[in-house]
Nanobody
Framework: QVQLDESGGGLVQAGGSLRLSCVVS????????MAWFRQAPGKEREFVAA????????LYADSAKGRFSISRDNTKNALYLQMNSLKPEDTAVYYC??????????????????WGLGTQVTVST
């Protein structure tokens, strides 16, 4: 059974940085498209970034471009999100997600069939 376990969230001041990690159980992690989504209180879950199986292709939401960087280490079954220049509007629960069904880099939530429980990121002013 595949499980996703996020960590690395916390409280940080505006302008600071955090690095989120997602460890994936299972032996076929290297074949999955992986992504990060986030959900702020009272808002819908939204796409942040995605990465293909090799790490050679990435996709970002406009809000993440230039500040966030998604990466993966297939030898460790791990996905990362480096977040720099954080803003209060980045405050949300961040979720790791896997697409096991195809190789499409997508912003669409329904393309991802396995989700972690999330890690809270709070950015103070």
């Amino acid at each position: 059974q595949v499980q996703l376990d996020e960590s690395g969230g916390g409280l940080v001041q505006a302008g600071g940085s955090l690095r989120l990690s997602c460890v994936v159980s299972g032996r076929t992690f290297s074949s999955y498209v992986m992504a990060w989504f986030r959900q702020a209180p009272g808002k819908e879950r939204e796409f942040v970034a995605a990465i293909n199986w090799s790490g050679g292709y990435t996709l970002y939401a406009d809000s993440a471009k230039g500040r966030f960087s998604i990466s993966r280490d297939n030898t460790k079954n791990a996905l990362y999100l480096q977040m720099n220049s954080l803003k209060p509007e980045d405050t949300a629960v961040y979720y790791c997600a896997a697409n096991r069904r195809n190789w499409i880099l997508s912003r669409v939530l329904s393309e991802y069939d396995i989700w972690g429980l999330g890690t809270q990121v709070t950015v103070s002013t």
